[in-house]
């Protein structure tokens, strides 16, 4: 075990409670700093000076960071703590509604909103001994007691009506659910002692070592295999928020390991079809969205679902769909394309799919009905109809991908378009 040897601290040391603040803050912030590393820290700075800023960076970058994908969070609570004098107003904003025309607009980076969260957490509490204010001028108070819901009332809130504390903690919540999915039979079959088929030809060659005796039969059974997810996500105005918390849950269940996917491929689509697969390898979820938001180019724009799922079915159906793979399809249905092109396509998607299963928020409505012709051209090439505006409504998938009987709203609906007709 390391021994250190003792180390004079000055009586007000305040490098030493910012390095303790800084890595209680990046700690917060999902990395795994303990007082060790804190202490560890404090050594490697008295050690290397504090004279240039680019050394104490990467002194405390390499005290505190023992993974790649820690590196940008690092990096954007290193420069609103440290490094930006204004830091404390480039946090409130990112954490209060924007104004527009009285603040600064400026596009996010990758864990900045997760560093101004970690650290704005606390700032209401007592501040220690020894830490002075550089102003102490006008104090603003946020009365936040309608924001704090528990997990039950947090599982059935809408995603559009979040504030963003409690953005922040669907986003964990999502973050520990799974889609368990249940095997498929081969038609392959491996060598096992108690299977109950015959394995004619391994007892045939088992013969022939013994000079043709038939001393056994030897018995195989079928193989399992796993089916691949595909995600095909609307990102369209109407879905920016829903589609937002449908990819933080869809890196969740890419990078959890012995959920039962052979793969997880996932697409984004607007105007155009774009394939963020790649970028839901990224273990930070940050740096993974908003690399997929960089590439797909029609974030927030309109919509072509017709389209997008011809060039998906023409270009990337026999790659992804050849498993048995399992689609979820995330959209509220409103196309304003031929309705011909989008049912041919459909239909298209759902005899290539082993299951089709299409979440769409509008069903928060207790009286919605299948009056736009996009929905009344997509439901009929379904196998199960279901919401997705919700916590409780994604948990609800597991349910859906267990029984294959399950169709949710898709036989009422379907009902009421034929009273109608």
């Keep these: 075990m390391a021994e250190y040897f003792p180390l004079e601290i000055p009586d007000h040391p305040k490098l030493t409670q910012n390095i303790t603040w800084f890595a209680r803050a990046l700690r917060k912030a999902g990395l795994p700093i303990g007082p060790g590393r804190v202490i560890d820290a404090i050594r490697a700075v008295e050690a290397s000076g ?14 505190f960071v023992s993974r790649p994908e820690h590196r940008t969070v690092f990096s954007q609570v290193f420069r609103l703590y440290w490094r930006d004098p204004r830091y404390l107003e480039h946090m ?6 924007a104004v527009r025309g009285v603040q600064e607009e400026r596009a996010g980076q990758a864990g900045e909103k997760r560093a101004a969260e970690a650290l704005l957490d606390g700032a209401n509490q007592d501040i220690p001994e020894g830490v002075e204010q550089e102003d102490a001028g006008t104090e603003i108070e946020i009365d936040a007691s309608l924001t704090i819901s528990s997990e039950e009332k947090l599982r059935t809130l809408d995603f559009e009506q979040m504030s963003t504390e409690e953005i922040a903690q669907a986003t964990r919540m999502l973050s520990r659910l799974s889609l368990p999915v249940k095997p498929i039979l081969s038609r392959r079959t491996k060598s096992d002692p108690f299977g109950r088929k015959i394995d004619w030809r391994a007892t045939m060659r088992q013969s022939m070592r013994q000079g043709g005796d038939l001393s056994g039969l030897a018995h195989k059974s079928q193989r399992i295999r796993w089916p691949n ?16 918390m ?3 849950f869809l890196h969740a269940v890419a990078n959890q390991k012995g959920a039962g996917w052979a793969r997880v491929h996932g697409f984004t689509f607007g105007t155009q079809l774009t394939n963020i697969t790649r970028h839901l390898a990224t273990r930070d979820v940050d740096v993974a969205l908003a690399a997929a938001g960089a590439e797909a180019q029609d974030w927030e724009g309109g919509t072509r679902i017709g389209e997008c799922l011809h060039s998906f079915n023409r270009d990337w159906s026999r790659r992804v769909m050849g ?9 509220d249905g409103l196309d304003r394309g031929a309705p011909e092109v989008l049912t041919k396509e459909m239909q298209r998607l759902h005899l290539s799919a082993r299951r089709l299963i299409w979440l769409n928020p509008l ?5 919605f009905a299948a009056k736009a012709q996009g929905i009344r051209a997509m439901l009929p090439h379904v196998d199960s ?19 294959p009987d399950d169709v949710g709203e898709k036989a009422r609906l379907l009902g009421e378009l034929r009273q109608w007709s």
């Design 323 to 331: 498993q048995g793979a399992v689609v979820l399809l995330i959209t």
């Design 229 to 244: 997810l595909v995600v095909i996500c609307d990102i369209s105005g109407s879905m920016s928020q829903y589609s937002r």
């Design 50 to 63: 504090f004279t240039s800023k680019q050394d104490f960076y990467w002194t405390l970058h390499a005290c």
């Design 246 to 248: 449908v990819l933080h």
């Design 92 to 97: 409130m904003a990112m954490m209060l509604p």
């Design 385 to 403: 109809f279901r919401a997705g505006h919700s916590i409780a409504s994604i948990e609800a998938l597991a349910e859906a991908l267990s029984r």
């Design 363 to 367: 069903l928060r409505w207790e009286g």
